[in-house]
């Protein structure tokens, strides 16, 4: 059974992430070992130098989203079912960063989807309480392990259904956030498909960096950022980091 | 005690604590193994669990999600359970370590 890491990267006007997938990549060679596919577009491409020993597939990303007047290229990752080459896909953001094995133990398991329901604020602050945004519990699209399997698939069918109809969605489960988001999209979608008792979570807490926290430097184990006017740090810990200034780190 | 050097000694406490519940974090991460396609904690309730029942050829327990998983061999689960376990505590006892040393 083959097993990979699926990654989405499109460049935008204002940030470069490519330079932000080749920190991410070098960390999954090293530490998960596992095949890479890249979905991109031509200019991310042709920016891109260090795509060795990367599978690519190009295509035209959608647009017409937006954030903080920016363009937002996440419309795609509904497509990840039908684009992955792998029997088992660990589909990941390109701002999470994994210092750890750990994603490893889930491509060992034989569920056909998991999802993180629930985070870490590496700042303390738990800033993520999501609990009055919306009428059903949310879930966190940075990182997705599924299998090809009938359940999978109909949850991205379902994702890519709730899409193409997000406004009415959003009324019907009284989501505050108009963009689309796949975090929400995914949430309906499991919502949708299965009953709360049979969805299945990631065991743990999704790590992650507020934007509020800058990223200082790489190091080989980990990252030591700024928060507060202090210098604090991550070791032998995977991270999601929000703040996209990391670019330029 | 000077205003400042409460205020130091109050920022120190809060990053040791913060710097703990991030460890701690890291080593629940770590806990979490794969046995027979189903995902389990090795933390202490799951080990007396298997412990308690091991003398049974086999028997079902819940893994993360609350699904069946049959166990039949208790002995290398168990054994896996507990090197998992401590693994990710002894990376926990290191820091503690590191963070009791520090002084204001």
């Known amino acids: 059974m083959s097993k990979g890491v699926l990654l989405y990267c499109f460049d935008t006007e204002q940030t470069q992430y490519h330079r932000i997938m080749d920190r991410c990549i070098s960390l999954i060679k090293k530490n998960l070992a596992l095949d890479i596919t890249v979905i991109t577009n031509e200019r991310t491409l042709s920016a891109w130098s260090n795509k060795e020993n990367c599978n690519t597939i190009v295509v035209e990303q959608e647009v017409g989203n937006r954030r ?5 290229y996440n419309l795609d990752r509904c497509h990840a079912y039908d684009l992955s080459p792998y029997d088992k896909t660990l589909l990941l953001d390109i701002d999470y960063f994994c210092y750890t094995d750990n994603l490893l133990q889930y491509l060992e398991s034989d569920y056909d989807f998991l999802i993180s329901n629930s985070i870490h604020d590496l700042t303390g602050r738990d800033l993520y309480k999501f609990s009055t945004n919306s009428v059903i519990p949310m879930v966190w699209a940075t990182v997705i392990m599924f299998k090809k399997s009938a359940k999978a698939r109909s949850i991205f069918n379902m994702v ?35 009953a709360d008792s049979n969805q299945n979570f990631f065991p743990v807490n999704l790590p992650t960096l507020p934007v509020d926290a800058t990223v200082v430097s790489f190091q080989d184990k980990g990252i030591d950022f700024r928060f507060n006017d202090k210098i604090m740090y991550i070791r032998d810990q995977d991270v999601h980091v929000l703040n996209k200034e990391i670019a330029n780190v | ?63 993360t999600n609350k699904n069946p998983c049959l166990i039949d061999n208790p002995a290398e689960f168990l054994s896996l359970l507990i090197e998992r376990n401590q693994e990710s505590l002894n ?14």
Request: with cysteine; proline share 1%.
């Open chain 1, 160 to 194: 890519k259904h709730i899409k193409s109809n997000y406004q009415y969605f959003c009324e019907l489960y009284r989501i505050d956030f108009k963009n689309f988001r796949n975090d929400y999209a995914f949430a309906m979608a499991l919502n949708q498909i299965d």
């Open chain 2, 91 to 104: 990376a926990y006892h290191q820091l503690h370590q590191t963070l009791k040393q520090k002084r204001v």
């Open chain 1, 68 to 72: 903080n007047r920016q363009d937002w």
């Open chain 2, 1 to 63: 005690m000077s205003i400042e050097s409460l205020k130091q000694y109050a920022d120190l406490s809060f990053d040791r604590a913060l710097a703990k519940k991030n460890a701690l974090e890291r080593a629940e991460s770590r806990q979490i193994m794969a046995y027979r396609d189903h995902l389990f904690r090795a933390d202490p309730e799951t080990i007396c669990l298997v412990k308690t029942l091991q003398e049974q050829k086999q028997f079902y327990m819940l893994d």
